[in-house]
């Protein structure tokens, strides 16, 4: 986790200026500076930021958080409201909503902060459509580093608007009522559910904190960090929450029932299915029209599919859904799964991981090894070399997971670099033990599966270092590691 960080923020006639504290670090972005200035000073109109330059000794517009560093000072610049702009209100179908939400279109939608950016504040604000649960389940989106608090009822947002006015003049804190407490509570669980259905005390601890910051009075003087109750208010309403969701028939709540756990597994906390490794749409919802049912007939009408050409996104598609629950409930064995699912492993889909490489200069197996060495694990047990033999063939057959290198004899390139699952071959002639290991990242999370246990911290550094997908807890091998390689 990048360290606490103070900016110094000023207003267009420097008459006014206020300290700002950022208790994770400066954002990754500008946008995310952004909401984040908007949201902790409650800033109303829209506005850009400007930096000091050090070159010119003049504020310039930020373009990049580089710029910036701990002690820094931005200048907030309201923009100009144009007065030939007339109010208005834009209507949109459900039907019309969905459809472009779905087919991508190039002419997003007007957000609901467009429209209250130009109507006046004694306006009737509307809502703008909401997306259905299936189109709100492709749109999830990794943990933000700035969460956003959200707008809630008009009647919550204006008790709230004079109980911080009333704080900045008092100091007094504010303690809700049962029914405005749930109405905050309900409004922050309706956003925390569209980043992940199980939070994390940390995720718990980050909503509480951005709480209080946007809205000072409802901090908490019996608490040491001031939103302890909050915190603790959020997991309860999150619980109460998946009930909900999961008499609702929701699937990744519903594969956690005790009527889905194996024998022996008597409690609703065994074995929990959930995201681990910063996983997005965990177990998506089926298609619009569809079931598990029919889309098990739809997947062995397809099969013979596989035999025709430039098919495989067609078949993707429509079974998705249905092969990711059937991978995180029912966790077949891969060689079973192979011969049910064939069109599921594939290096296309696998190499959809590698994107997150491209920024960094690993070019040969080698720096695995030394990573795996740094972290006091064994690579010769994960990554293993053969000359082409029975014995080979044995070794491979009881081999958890792996990545094999078939040797030549001639001129000691590798013949053959693959992967083995389970004693599975599931990719070969990858070409290089790197490529080799970016496709096995991407098959454990398509596949769901845990880390090798013989090189789990090598995995968790590559996810959550270079891939900086929840990095938020290190083990310290790992967070030494970072900080060698940061240095």
Same mark, same amino acid.
């Given at each position: 986790?990048?360290?606490?960080?103070?900016?110094?923020?000023?207003?267009?006639?420097?008459?006014?200026?206020?300290?700002?504290?950022?208790?994770?670090?400066?954002?990754?972005?500008?946008?995310?500076?952004?909401?984040?200035?908007?949201?902790?000073?409650?800033?109303?109109?829209?506005?850009?930021?400007?930096?000091?330059?050090?070159?010119?000794?003049?504020?310039?517009?930020?373009?990049?958080?580089?710029?910036?560093?701990?002690?820094?000072?931005?200048?907030? &610049?309201?923009?100009?409201?144009?007065?030939?702009?007339?109010?208005?209100?834009?209507?949109?179908?459900?039907?019309?909503?969905?459809?472009?939400?779905?087919?991508?279109?190039?002419?997003?939608?007007?957000?609901?902060?467009? @429209?209250?950016?130009?109507?006046?504040?004694?306006?009737?604000?509307?809502?703008?459509?909401?997306?259905?649960?299936? +189109?709100?389940?492709?749109?999830?989106?990794?943990?933000?580093?700035?969460?956003?608090?959200?707008?809630?009822?008009?009647?919550?947002?204006?008790?709230?608007?004079?109980?911080?006015?009333?704080?900045?003049?008092?100091?007094?804190?504010?303690?809700?009522?049962?029914?405005?407490?749930?109405?905050?509570?309900?409004?922050?669980?309706?956003?925390?559910?569209?980043?992940?259905?199980?939070?994390?005390?940390?995720?718990?601890?980050?909503? +509480?904190?951005?709480?209080?910051?946007?809205?000072?009075?409802?901090?908490?003087?019996?608490?040491?960090?001031?939103?302890?109750?909050?915190?603790?208010?959020?997991?309860?309403?999150?619980?109460?929450?998946?009930?909900?969701?999961?008499?609702?028939?929701?699937?990744?709540?519903?594969?956690?029932?005790?009527?889905?756990?194996?024998?022996?597994?008597?409690?609703? +906390?065994?074995?929990?299915?959930?995201?681990?490794?910063?996983?997005?749409?965990?177990?998506?919802?089926?298609?619009?029209?569809?079931?598990?049912?029919?889309?098990?007939?739809?997947? @062995?009408?397809?099969?013979?599919?596989?035999?025709?050409?430039?098919?495989?996104?067609?078949?993707? +598609?429509?079974?998705?859904?249905?092969?990711?629950?059937? @991978?995180?409930?029912?966790?077949?064995?891969?060689?079973?799964?192979?011969?049910?699912?064939?069109?599921?492993?594939?290096?296309?889909?696998?190499?959809? &991981?590698?994107?997150?490489?491209?920024?960094?200069?690993?070019?040969?197996?080698?720096?695995?090894?030394?990573?795996?060495?740094?972290?006091?694990?064994?690579?010769?047990?994960?990554?293993?070399?053969?000359?082409?033999?029975?014995?080979?063939?044995?070794?491979?057959?009881?081999?958890?997971?792996?990545?094999?290198?078939?040797?030549?004899?001639?001129?000691?390139?590798?013949?053959?670099?693959?992967?083995?699952?389970?004693?599975?071959?599931?990719?070969?002639?990858?070409?290089?033990?790197?490529?080799?290991?970016?496709?096995?990242?991407?098959?454990?999370?398509?596949?769901?599966?845990?880390?090798?246990?013989?090189?789990?911290?090598?995995?968790?550094?590559?996810?959550?270092?270079?891939?900086?997908?929840?990095?938020?807890?290190?083990?310290?091998?790992?967070?030494?590691?970072?900080?060698?390689?940061?240095?």
């Amino acid at each position: 986790m990048a360290g606490r960080a103070l900016l110094r923020i000023i207003f267009a006639d420097q008459s006014d200026s206020r300290k700002l504290t950022l208790d994770s670090g400066i954002p990754a972005t500008v946008e995310e500076l952004h909401t984040f200035v908007k949201t902790s000073l409650q800033l109303k109109e829209d506005f850009r930021l400007q930096y000091m330059d050090v070159d010119f000794n003049e504020f310039m517009n930020l373009t990049s958080v580089s710029e910036i560093q701990d002690k820094s000072t931005l200048k907030v &610049i309201y923009s100009p409201i144009l007065s030939n702009i007339e109010p208005s209100i834009t209507l949109y179908t459900v039907d019309s909503f969905d459809k472009t939400s779905i087919t991508g279109s190039s002419e997003p939608l007007i957000p609901a902060s467009s @429209i209250a950016s130009c109507c006046s504040d004694d306006m009737v604000y509307t809502s703008t459509p909401q997306p259905s649960p299936e +189109a709100q389940a492709s749109q999830l989106l990794s943990w933000p580093t700035v969460f956003v608090v959200p707008k809630l009822t008009y009647e919550a947002e204006f008790e709230l608007h004079l109980k911080n006015a009333e704080f900045e003049t008092t100091g007094t804190y504010f303690q809700p009522g049962l029914k405005l407490k749930g109405v905050i509570l309900d409004g922050l669980a309706q956003e925390m559910i569209k980043f992940t259905k199980y939070p994390k005390d940390y995720q718990c601890e980050e909503v +509480a904190a951005a709480l209080t910051r946007a809205h000072p009075c409802l901090g908490q003087l019996g608490s040491k960090t001031g939103f302890g109750g909050w915190k603790q208010s959020l997991k309860y309403k999150m619980q109460n929450y998946l009930t909900k969701l999961g008499r609702l028939g929701h699937p990744e709540i519903l594969v956690n029932s005790l009527k889905h756990k194996k024998t022996g597994q008597g409690k609703a +906390a065994a074995n929990i299915k959930k995201s681990r490794k910063a996983e997005v749409n965990y177990i998506p919802l089926h298609p619009k029209g569809e079931t598990t049912e029919s889309l098990e007939k739809e997947r @062995i009408a397809l099969l013979s599919e596989l035999k025709k050409r430039d098919n495989e996104v067609v078949i993707k +598609a429509k079974t998705f859904s249905h092969r990711r629950l059937e @991978i995180v409930e029912q966790r077949p064995l891969i060689g079973d799964f192979k011969m049910q699912m064939a069109c599921s492993v594939s290096a296309e889909e696998a190499f959809a &991981i590698s994107d997150s490489f491209e920024n960094i200069h690993i070019k040969r197996g080698c720096i695995l090894r030394s990573i795996a060495i740094y972290l006091n694990e064994d690579p010769d047990s994960f990554f293993k070399e053969y000359q082409a033999s029975e014995d080979a063939k044995r070794d491979m057959a009881n081999t958890v997971m792996g990545i094999y290198t078939l040797q030549r004899d001639v001129d000691g390139q590798p013949e053959d670099v693959g992967i083995v699952i389970e004693g599975n071959i599931v990719m070969d002639n990858l070409g290089s033990v790197i490529v080799g290991f970016v496709m096995l990242l991407g098959l454990i999370y398509a596949l769901d599966l845990s880390f090798p246990d013989n090189l789990k911290h090598t995995f968790e550094f590559m996810q959550k270092v270079v891939m900086n997908l929840d990095g938020h807890k290190l083990n310290g091998k790992i967070e030494s590691l970072k900080i060698k390689l940061l240095d």
